[in-house]
T-cell receptor
Framework: QKEVEQNSGPLSVPEGAIASLNCTYSDRGSQSFFWYRQYSGKSPELIMF????GDKEDGRFTAQLNKASQYVSLLIRDSQPSDSATYLCAVQASGGSYIPTFGRGTSLIVHP | DTGVSQDPRHKITKRGQNVTFRCDPISEHNRLYWYRQTLGQGPEFLTY????????KSRLLSDRFSAERPKGSFSTLEIQRTEQGDSAMYLC????????????FGEGSRLTVL
């Protein structure tokens, strides 16, 4: 069974701080990794994807991938109250599977 | 591009009744997914279509659940003999074979079984 683990939180950070969200996965064959943001009562929307080991930066967001440790993280710099949401980690295996497996999500609260 | 649309947005039904949800994906997307999400949990995979072919179905999906995608366009998800445990948000998503693997989600259909 492919598993994606996330701490449910909530993670509370002050405005302007760095929020660090973590995710581990069980399937070593996983090749594609996604971070989705889900506001309360809304559907998930993609923030970032990463395929290769290392860091990938997009504005205030940085995704980090370590396949040896089966670990992927999302850093949000200069956190804003509008970043308050649930962040879902999704992992997709190789070998022709196009079905992402989602973690339970981490609730982030950015307080002014 | 009007996005993924789902109908109905909300459905309240009595236990034992059948319900059907419809999903219209983004027009050029050939991959279509159904997920179920309950409060405090991430989306749980139900089934996946590529064009009109149903290629994968979750082992967790009981035989009360059936999905179709005739002509590779819209999709329907039917739940027969609903149970209170079926109460959840049913999310449809679509993607293209040419994109990054990103799923585009609809707003979901919330089911409440009384």
């Amino acid at each position: 069974q492919k598993e994606v683990e996330q701490n449910s939180g909530p993670l509370s950070v002050p405005e302007g701080a760095i929020a660090s969200l973590n995710c581990t996965y069980s399937d070593r064959g996983s090749q594609s990794f996604f971070w989705y943001r889900q506001y309360s009562g809304k559907s998930p929307e993609l923030i970032m994807f990463i395929y290769s080991n290392g860091d990938k930066e997009d504005g205030r967001f940085t995704a980090q991938l370590n396949k040896a440790s089966q670990y992927v993280s999302l850093l949000i710099r200069d956190s804003q109250p509008s970043d308050s949401a649930t962040y879902l980690c999704a992992v997709q295996a190789s070998g022709g599977s196009y079905i992402p497996t989602f973690g339970r999500g981490t609730s982030l609260i950015v307080h002014p | 591009d009007t996005g993924v649309s789902q109908d109905p947005r909300h459905k309240i039904t009595k236990r034992g009744q059948n319900v059907t949800f419809r999903c219209d994906p983004i027009s050029e997307h050939n991959r279509l997914y159904w997920y179920r999400q309950t409060l405090g949990q991430g989306p749980e995979f139900l089934t996946y279509f590529q064009n009109e072919a149903q290629l994968e179905k979750s082992r967790l999906l009981s035989d009360r659940f059936s999905a179709e995608r005739p002509k590779g366009s819209f999709s329907t998800l039917e739940i027969q003999r609903t149970e209170q445990g079926d109460s959840a948000m049913y999310l449809c998503a679509s993607s293209s074979t040419t994109n990054t693997g990103e799923l585009f989600f609809g707003e979901g259909s919330r089911l409440t079984v009384l």
